[in-house]
């Protein structure tokens, strides 16, 4: 069965530097999601992508952050000078149309010292 | 704002019990969604409830959606240990956006011999 797929799984970084999150969505989806969750607290909507471009992004998507959707298969987050409030799992997700449901990959556990 | 409120937030039952997480939300939404997280993992979809009335059963999981009321239940029948994980609602806000979730806060439940 077709998946989300992260990388890294893991990734421990120092404040302010960059740190690029990759995710292939699954190969015939259109819509691109990235959300993040802090430890133990829910999930939060960071930005949705189709058509090579954002579609609508949260108030935490500031301008530290970016994504691309660099080739035909993967979709990137970049945190361009991480502090330690960005420590969190970031998760991937894609869906075929904007009205099903989202699919999410296993997600890049973010910890900034 | 959209606001998505579940509870209980924690929920401790006995096997073979049954008990309802409920899920409201504070506006005109066209789709929810119920998503499984057990500990460390990623989302996995559990259903996707697209008009009013609409229900949907697997397993021992049941869930409901009420758009007038602006609820969704998920009802769990006989409780076995595998259940135990965090159920998140979410609602789509497309009519607004290109379909980014609102997350609840995750109902985290506990099945007990």
């Known amino acids: 069965e077709p998946e989300v797929t992260q990388t890294p799984s893991h990734q421990v970084t120092q404040m302010g530097q960059e740190v690029i999150l990759r995710c292939v969505p699954i190969?015939?989806?259109?819509?691109f999601y990235w959300y993040r969750q802090i430890l133990g607290q829910k999930v939060e909507f960071l930005v949705s992508f189709y058509n090579n471009e954002i579609s609508e992004k949260s108030e935490i998507f500031d301008d530290q952050f970016s994504v691309e959707r660099p080739d035909g298969s993967n979709f990137t987050l970049k945190i361009r000078s991480t502090k330690l409030e960005d420590s969190a799992m970031y998760f991937c997700?894609?869906?075929?149309?904007?009205?099903?449901?989202?699919?999410f990959g296993p997600g890049t556990r973010l910890l900034v010292l | 704002e959209l606001k998505v409120e579940q509870n209980p937030l924690f929920l401790s039952m006995q096997e073979g019990k049954n008990y309802t997480i409920y899920c409201n939300y504070s506006?005109?939404?066209?789709?929810l969604y119920w998503y499984r997280q057990d500990p460390g993992k990623s989302l996995e979809s559990l259903f996707v409830l697209l008009s009013n009335g609409a229900v949907k059963q697997e397993g021992r999981l049941m869930a409901s959606l009420d758009t007038k009321a602006r609820l969704s239940t998920l009802h769990i029948t006989a409780a076995v240990h595998d259940l135990s994980a965090t159920y998140f609602c979410?609602?789509?806000?497309?009519?607004?956006?290109?379909?980014?979730?609102?997350f609840g806060k995750g109902t985290k439940l506990s099945v007990k011999p």
């Open positions: 506006t005109t939404s066209d789709r």
């Open positions: 979410a609602v789509d806000t497309y009519r607004r956006s290109q379909g980014n979730l609102i």
């Open positions: 190969s015939n989806h259109l819509y």
């Open positions: 997700a894609s869906s075929g149309d904007s009205l099903e449901t989202q699919y």
